[in-house]
C-alpha cells in the first residue's frame, strides 16, 4: 500500500446513521513502533454516494477501528491513466476500433490533473512516455500499427504489467484500461504477478475486450481474457465485451469518475494481508479493493 501523507487533508463533517460495511483486504508494513502510519484503498461509489466525506467512514483493520482522514477523487488528487491496446497480428482487423475507443476515452477524461500513458500489446510490447496533454496522447494512439509478429505470441500481461509500473511512480488515483482481445500468450509475467502488481499499488483496473468473432464459448463461457475480468472485480473496475464506442467510453469514464482514494492513518503492523472493512455511517454503498500486496 502506498504511503500518501501529502494527499491527507482531515475534513469535519457532522451526520450519524446505521453503517454498511464493505470488506476488502490491506497490507500494513513491518511494525516499527507505535507511531501511526498513512494508509490508503482505492473504492468506486454509487452515484448516490458522490457526496461522502471522511466524516462519514471508518476504516476497521482487525480489531481496531480508525477515522478516514481523506477521501478525495479527481480533480482534488492527480489521475493517472494507463491505457493498453492490443495490437497484435490478430486485431488487424479491429484495431481501429480499439484505437477509436482509446481517444474517445481520452477526450472523454482529460482535464488538467490527468495524465495519459499509452502502451501497445503485440509481438514486442512498447509504452510510451507518460503526458499530461490531450493532443500528444491522441497522436500516440494513432501512430500504433498493426503487428504482424508470430500469432502465439502477444504477451498481454507483460504489456499492462509495464504500464502498472509506470503509473506507480506518481501519487493519486491510478488506472488502467486494456482494450482488445484479451488472451495472453508468452509473457514473461505471469497472471498471478501481475495481480500482484495491481494490489501493491492500489490500482483500478478496467479491461474492454475487443474482438471480430464471439467472445463466448457454449453455455456463455468466456473464451478470452477471464483473467482480466478477475482482476477487474478485484481492483474495483469494469469488464466490457465488445460494446460499441458511445456506449464503452460512457460506462468507463462514468465509474473512473467514481473513483475515490480512502485514506486514514493507524499504528504499524506486521507484514502481509490483514482483513479491512470499510463502513459508511449514512448507508452509502462503495465497493473497495478487495487486496492490496505488500512485499
Known amino acids: 500500500m502506498s504511503k500518501t501523507a501529502s494527499l491527507?487533508?482531515?475534513?469535519?463533517?457532522a451526520g450519524v446513521a446505521a453503517a454498511t460495511i464493505f470488506t476488502a483486504f490491506v497490507p500494513l508494513p513491518r511494525a516499527t513502533g507505535a507511531e501511526n502510519?498513512?494508509?490508503?484503498?482505492?473504492?468506486?461509489?454509487?452515484r448516490n454516494?458522490?457526496?461522502l466525506t471522511s466524516r462519514d467512514i471508518t476504516v476497521r483493520v482487525g480489531d481496531v477501528s480508525v477515522p478516514a482522514s481523506a477521501i478525495e477523487a479527481s480533480p482534488d488528487i492527480s489521475r493517472n491513466v494507463a491505457i493498453v491496446l492490443d495490437d497484435g497480428p490478430d486485431q488487424v482487423k479491429v484495431l481501429s476500433r480499439e484505437k477509436d475507443l482509446a481517444i474517445a476515452l481520452v477526450n472523454e477524461l482529460s482535464d488538467a490533473g490527468t495524465s495519459f500513458t499509452i502502451a501497445s500489446a503485440g509481438a514486442s510490447s512498447k509504452i510510451r512516455e507518460t503526458t499530461w496533454d490531450r493532443s500528444a496522447a491522441i497522436k500516440q494512439v494513432r501512430e500504433i500499427t498493426e503487428d504482424n509478429g508470430e500469432r502465439t505470441n502477444v504477451p498481454i500481461y507483460d504489456a499492462i504489467g509495464s504500464a502498472m509500473r509506470q503509473i506507480s511512480l506518481t501519487p493519486g488515483l491510478r488506472i488502467v484500461i486494456f482494450i482488445g482481445e484479451?488472451?495472453?500468450?508468452?509473457?514473461?509475467?505471469?497472471y498471478p504477478e501481475l495481480r500482484s502488481l495491481a494490489e501493491s499499488d492500489h490500482?483500478?483496473?478496467?479491461?474492454?475486450?475487443?474482438?471480430?468473432?464471439?467472445?463466448?464459448?457454449?453455455?456463455s463461457i468466456l473464451r478470452y481474457g477471464w483473467n482480466l475480468e478477475e482482476l477487474t472485480s478485484d481492483t474495483v473496475g469494469i469488464f466490457l465485451e465488445n460494446q460499441k464506442t458511445p456506449e464503452a467510453t460512457q460506462r468507463f469514464s462514468k465509474s473512473i469518475r467514481d473513483l475515490r482514494l480512502i485514506t486514514f492513518d493507524m499504528s504499524s503492523r506486521q507484514p502481509g494481508r490483514h482483513k479491512i472493512s470499510v463502513s459508511s455511517n449514512r448507508g452509502r454503498h462503495c465497493k473497495v479493493q478487495k487486496a492490496i500486496l505488500v512485499p
Open 37 to 46: 502510519q498513512p494508509y490508503s484503498v482505492v473504492a468506486r461509489v454509487d
Open 203 to 219: 490500482i483500478a483496473f478496467f479491461a474492454g475486450l475487443v474482438a471480430d468473432h464471439s467472445l463466448r464459448e457454449a453455455k
Open 49 to 51: 454516494s458522490a457526496g
Open 8 to 13: 491527507c487533508r482531515p475534513w469535519q463533517f
Open 182 to 190: 484479451g488472451n495472453d500468450r508468452g509473457s514473461r509475467l505471469h
